[in-house]
Each structure stands twice: as structure tokens, then as C-alpha cells.
């Protein structure tokens, strides 16, 4: 199960009332929810925290908190 996939399900989510709302088809939401390969875009994930009544940068912050930069910025 993905990252949106367990932030879903914490939620319990009904995928099918996301889908109506969205636009996004359940075929995709099952993909988003289930294959890491899968790429979650910016406009999928604003459309399913407003589905699903959530802010989408706390959303953002929760689904992507391990994602962080390799070595030192700035030069030093």
C-alpha cells in the first residue's frame, strides 16, 4: 500500500465518493493507493484533500515527511 493509500485508510476513505468528486477515476485511485510506481500529481492529491475536506499542504506534509535533500546546500 502506498503512502496516500495508508493516509487514506487511516481516514477510511470511501475511494468510489472520492472518484465522483474528483473526477479522478477509480482505476487511478486504486493505482495511487496501491503501486509505489504510481506518481501522485499535484492536482490528484489538491482534489482528493478537498474530496476528503483536508488542507492540501497538510496533506502534502504528511504524505511526503521522509522525502528530504542528499548532502550540504550552499557550497560549504
Known sequence: ???LGLYLAKRTVNKAEVSRRTGISKSRLTQL???DSAK???DEL???A???NTDPGEMFKELFEGL???GKVGGK
Open 46 to 48: 489538491y482534489l482528493i
Open 33 to 35: 493507493t496501491s503501486n
Open 50 to 52: 478537498l474530496a476528503i
Open 1 to 3: 500500500m502506498t503512502e
Open 68 to 70: 528530504g535533500l542528499k
Open 40 to 42: 501522485l500529481r499535484a
